[in-house]
């Protein structure tokens, strides 16, 4: 099983691109913004227990940062989301 291949640079570079595209996926904590839905979801990921409702409050209150896209969609970063657990945690 000692066979030789020979391929030209182009071809290894394609094929090693498809293989680490497989293998190398961008996960939740890489995201740069995440939606209400998503936002949900990593919080529960990170440990805290909360609804889409009660996080809709948090943001009425003021005790959670986000942006609006589109005036009306709520946006959040990671750093919101991370300041936030740190605000809930004392």
């Known amino acids: 099983m000692n066979e030789l ?5 182009s071809d290894l570079r ?5 293989e680490l595209a497989t ?3 961008p996960t ?3 995201k740069e913004h995440f939606s209400i839905d998503e ?4 919080l529960r990921a990170k440990g805290y227990k909360i609804s ?6 948090h ?3 003021g005790t959670i940062d986000f942006h609006r896209f589109g005036g009306r969609k709520l946006v959040f970063t990671q750093k919101h989301l991370d ?3 740190a605000k809930m945690k004392h």
């Open 5 to 9: 291949v020979f391929l030209k640079e």
């Open 14 to 18: 394609r094929i090693l691109r498809e």
């Open 23 to 25: 293998v190398i996926t």
């Open 28 to 30: 939740k904590d890489d």
């Open 39 to 42: 936002a949900v979801e990593y």
């Open 52 to 57: 889409k409702a009660t996080l809709y409050v």
């Open 59 to 61: 943001t009425s209150k």
């Open 83 to 85: 300041d936030f657990l």
